[in-house]
């Protein structure tokens, strides 16, 4: 069992618990508070050189599951990404040169078509980015609404505060937040 584990996380003495697909479990540091439940056996040649971009893929594929509390998962986390950080390899991408211009180019390019075109898959208030779906049957309209509330529950709006939407899009989350919690809002943005 301990030539599956990987010395990293075996050396850093985490509170962590690792579960195996075929049930064998072992304690890679003193009064685990967290398992990470590995489902998918080849997972186990990633983790021998763990990083936080392979930890991250298999958990959102699904390939490794994390129980316990979820204080107890953020402070393993944050553990985690102390201690790998300095082995996450620099990203060898060459980064376009930043200007008004170029941005302005970019940003007109993949927003400035017509409001038809998004209106054919976005919500009515033309909300562009993710939903919450709090229950799985919701529609898109009240997923979006779902999550702008949870987004204003979250910066504890109050009436009578100031919030500034950068990168405002057409305003769903400015109107929102003005109309359910009486805020004053600055939205701006780029795009024509």
């Not at 996380?9 to 690792?18: E, K, M, V």
């Not at 439940?37 to 298999?58: E, I, R």
Request: aromatic share 8%; proline share 5%; charged share 25%.
């Amino acid at each position: 069992m301990l030539a599956y584990l990987p010395p990293t996380l075996r050396d850093l003495q985490l509170p962590l618990r690792l579960r195996l697909w075929d049930g064998k479990q072992i304690d890679l540091g003193p009064e685990p508070r967290v398992t990470m439940v590995v489902k998918d056996p080849s997972l186990v040649a990633q983790l021998a050189h763990p990083s936080l971009s392979a930890l991250g893929g298999a958990y959102v594929e699904g390939r490794l599951e994390l129980e316990g509390p979820i204080s107890a998962v953020i402070e393993l986390g944050d553990a985690l990404s102390q201690a790998l950080i300095d082995d996450e390899p620099v990203a060898q991408t060459q980064h376009s040169a930043h200007d008004k211009d170029t941005d302005a180019a970019a940003i007109s390019y993949h927003y400035d078509l017509s409001n038809d075109f998004y209106a054919l898959w976005l919500d009515r208030e033309m909300v562009y980015s993710c939903a919450y779906f709090e229950t799985g049957s919701e529609d898109l309209e009240q997923a979006q609404q779902a999550k702008l509330r949870h987004l204003c529950r979250k910066l504890r709006l109050q009436p009578g505060e100031r919030l500034l939407d950068v990168g405002c899009g057409w305003g769903g989350l400015a109107r929102f937040a003005a109309r359910e919690f009486g805020v004053e809002v600055h939205g701006i943005t780029l795009s024509q």
